[in-house]
């Protein structure tokens, strides 16, 4: 059974602070997605990451890919507000099935 | 591009009743994905249609069912209503089945 582990579960912090979420797997995914989810809507895809290795920025967001597409992790940088939300990762393997990682909540407060 | 529309929004049954939601996927999307989400559990995976098929199924018991039409749209149905049905229920389409686009999704609430 492929599982997700995402960490930590939950995370209250001071706009203008950094913060790393992590999603570690002992398995290999063909890919990895980020979506952030906000109270009373359905999550939304942030960036997905294909290559080992691999790092995609938006704005504040830096998305990696480790080396052997097991493990992705997700910095804010000086987290705004309206960061806050559910931050999921889902990993997808050959068999177009999506394992996902329990989410972090996240609190950024003013 | 119109998103993903989940109807209805909000719904409250008691329990021994059945529901049927509904998912219309963003045009040109030929999977369409069901999720259960709770606070206690998370997001689970319910099934996976893709053109018409279930490719693939999580871990429900058979009282949660759904379809496929040729339009793409959806609708899932749960019978015989349990307390711990009431969750919200998501649906999410893809082109293929990997990047979802997830609508705002049915509250259930069983009494």
């Known amino acids: 059974t492929q599982l997700l582990e995402q960490s930590p579960q939950f995370l209250s912090i001071q706009e203008g602070e950094n913060l790393t979420v992590y999603c570690n797997s002992s398995s290999v995914f063909s890919s990895l997605q980020w979506y952030r989810q906000e109270p009373g809507e359905g999550p939304v895809l942030l960036v997905t990451?294909?290559?080992g290795g691999e790092v995609k920025k938006l704005k504040r967001l830096t998305f990696q890919f480790g080396d052997a597409r097991k493990d992705s992790s997700l910095h804010i940088t000086a987290a705004q507000t309206g960061d806050t939300g559910l931050y999921l990762c889902?990993?997808?393997?050959?068999?177009?099935?999506?394992?996902w990682g329990a989410g972090t909540k996240l609190i950024i407060k003013p | 591009k119109a998103g993903v529309t989940q109807t209805p929004r909000y719904l409250i049954k008691t329990r021994g009743q059945q529901v049927t939601l509904s998912c219309s996927p963003i045009s040109g999307h030929r999977s369409v994905s069901w999720y259960q989400q709770t606070p206690g559990q998370g997001l689970q995976f319910l099934f996976e249609?893709?053109?018409?098929?279930?490719?693939n199924k999580g871990n429900f018991p058979g009282r949660f069912s759904g379809r496929q039409f040729s339009n793409s749209r959806s609708e899932m149905n749960v019978s015989t209503l349990e307390l711990g049905d009431s969750a919200l229920y998501l649906c999410a389409s893809s082109p293929e089945g990997r990047e979802l686009f997830f609508g705002e999704g049915s509250r259930l609430t069983v009494l």
């Open positions: 889902a990993g997808a393997n050959s068999n177009y099935q999506l394992i």
């Open positions: 249609y893709f053109s018409e098929t279930q490719r």
């Open positions: 990451v294909v290559t």
